[in-house]
Antibody, heavy 121, light 107 residues
């Protein structure tokens, strides 16, 4: 069955970098896109961007441009999300999710359980 | 960006009741809407896409309707496992945005 297993919780200081992993199994990694979404406490879900499992092409939310980098490692079917120059308002639960097979819609059929990233001095 | 507004923020209901959740888009999004359910400690679960199509394995007590700017998720005969937070998400253009969620709690 499809699974997305994320790395464990992280605690970082302001200005640091965090890298969250998302290991996929149960499907052909290169046939799907992975998206990253975060849930800031007390707020809604925020889409961060996506990466193609096929060719590594990316699209990022404009407000995160220059701070976020999404990558994949095809041999291990793992996607990564790196966020640089962390601020306190980056404290959130970060999710990876698989884009559903469809004729073009960007919605997501399988999600990881989330990785809590806490940014505090 | 398109702002998605969900109402109400919280809904207190008894098992067996029918519930209706609303989601409004700040501009027209055609049928480009998905609904998710989320329980504590879990990632969201896709319920509905294209405004009214149930995802694989979703019980038929869940139904979605609407188009343009007004959308509804209906849950018939609420079961104990349905108490959760529900989010809507548009995919009409970039950036994708989500509503703030509706929490369905036990009355």
């Amino acid at each position: 069955q499809v699974q997305l297993v994320q790395s464990g919780a992280e605690m970082k200081k302001p200005g640091a970098t965090v890298k969250v992993s998302c290991k996929a199994s149960g499907y052909t990694f290169t046939s799907y896109y992975i998206t990253w979404v975060r849930h800031v406490p007390g707020q809604g879900l925020e889409w961060m961007g996506w990466i193609s499992g096929y060719d590594g092409k990316t699209k990022y939310e404009q407000s995160l441009q220059g701070r976020v980098i999404m990558t994949t490692d095809t041999p291990t079917s793992t996607a990564y999300m790196e966020l640089r120059n962390l601020r306190s308002d980056d404290t959130a639960v970060y999710y990876c999710a698989r884009r559903a097979p469809s004729s073009g819609g960007w919605y997501f059929d399988f999600w990881g359980r989330g990785t809590l990233v806490t940014v505090s001095s | 960006e398109i702002v998605m507004t969900q109402s109400p923020a919280t809904l207190s209901v008894s098992p067996g009741e029918r519930v209706t959740l609303s989601c409004r888009a700040s501009q027209t999004i055609s049928f480009n809407l998905a609904w998710y359910q989320q329980k504590p400690g879990q990632g969201p679960r896709l319920l509905i896409y294209d405004a009214s199509t149930r995802a694989t394995g979703i019980p038929d007590r869940f139904s979605g309707s609407g188009s343009g700017t007004e959308f509804t998720l209906t849950i018939n005969s609420l079961q104990s496992e349905d108490f959760a937070v529900y989010f809507c998400q548009h995919f009409n253009d970039w950036p994708l945005t989500f509503g703030a969620g509706t929490k369905v709690e036990i009355k």
